[in-house]
T-cell receptor, first 112, second 115 residues
């Protein structure tokens, strides 16, 4: 069974601080997606990484896929209160469908 | 296009009752997915359709759960004889197949509470 473990589960920081969220597995994934979810809403896709070692940047967010395609990280620089939310990583299999394995999520709170 | 729409947003029911949820995907999307999310967890895959065909069902989906997509447009998810363990957020997502790195668009979900 493929599993994705995220750490930390909860993170509370002050505005302006940097943070990193980790997503680890013992399984290889064909792709890794990161989502952000706000209370009472569905997840919204932030980025997809597919190549081992790939790094993608989205404004203050930097996403990295591990060389072996078993892990990923999300780094936020100078966090802002608007970054508050639940961050989910999700691994895609070889079936090239939207059937994803999600991590349990990291709840981020950025205090002004 | 207003995105993926789910109805109702909230449902409270008593144990043993049947409930039905509806999902209207983005109009040009041919794939539709159902996920379930409990508090403090990430979404878990339940089933998906390509057009009207149900192509895969998770082992999580017991016999009390049934999903349909009769005309390849909207979908319904029915839970019969609800149990307290069914309490969760039920998320629908749609996508367009054939694209590299298929992108899922999620609805806002239906929050089910079984008393």
């Amino acid at each position: 069974t493929q599993l994705l473990e995220q750490s930390p589960q909860f993170l509370s920081i002050q505005e302006g601080e940097n943070l990193t969220v980790y997503c680890n597995s013992s399984s290889v994934f064909s792709s890794l997606q990161w989502y952000r979810q706000e209370p009472g809403e569905g997840p919204v896709l932030l980025v997809t990484v597919v190549t081992g070692g790939e790094v993608k940047k989205l404004k203050r967010l930097t996403f990295q896929f591990g060389d072996a395609r078993k892990d990923s990280s999300l780094h936020i620089t100078a966090a802002q209160p608007g970054d508050t939310g639940l961050y989910l990583c999700a691994g895609g299999g070889s079936s090239n469908t939207g059937k994803l394995i999600f991590g349990q999520g990291t709840t981020l709170q950025v205090k002004p | 296009d207003t995105g993926v729409s789910q109805d109702p947003r909230h449902k409270i029911t008593k144990r043993g009752q049947n409930v039905t949820f509806r999902c209207d995907p983005i109009s040009e999307h041919n794939r539709l997915y159902w996920y379930r999310q409990t508090l403090g967890q990430g979404p878990e895959f339940l089933t998906y359709f390509q057009n009207e065909a149900q192509l895969e069902k998770s082992r999580l989906l017991s016999d009390r759960f049934s999903a349909e997509r009769p005309k390849g447009s909207f979908s319904t998810l029915e839970i019969q004889r609800t149990e307290q363990g069914d309490s969760a957020m039920y998320l629908c997502a749609s996508s367009l197949s054939g694209r590299y790195n298929e992108k899922l668009f999620f609805g806002s979900g239906t929050q089910l509470s079984v008393l």
